[in-house]
């Protein structure tokens, strides 16, 4: 089954704020123990941009996937197992 977490990032942020960091940890937690048991199971991150004009939206979706992906790897998750995508 797949499971969703959305991240919303303030208008104009780049970073993951402590509260987005919390919120992924939690959604984490559960799946740790499933990461290691499934050597085939990768975390996708998805980026969604905001409503600004094409390559500011685009670089903004980057780096916010960036910066998800770096928490991802901050709490353990091994970067070969994170697939990152822009939609």
């Known amino acids: 089954a797949e499971h969703y977490l959305q991240l919303d990032f303030a208008p104009g942020a780049l970073t993951v704020d402590e509260k987005a960091a ?23 991150v998805v980026a969604l941009g905001p409503e600004i004009h094409l390559s500011e939206n ?15 790897l901050g709490q353990g998750v091994a970067g070969d197992r994170i697939v990152t995508r822009m939609t």
């Open 22 to 44: 919390k919120a992924l940890a939690e959604a984490l937690a559960p799946l740790k123990a499933r990461l290691a048991e499934s050597p085939a199971l990768r975390l996708e």
């Open 58 to 72: 685009q670089r903004a979706a980057f780096i916010r996937a960036m910066a998800v992906r770096n928490e991802l």
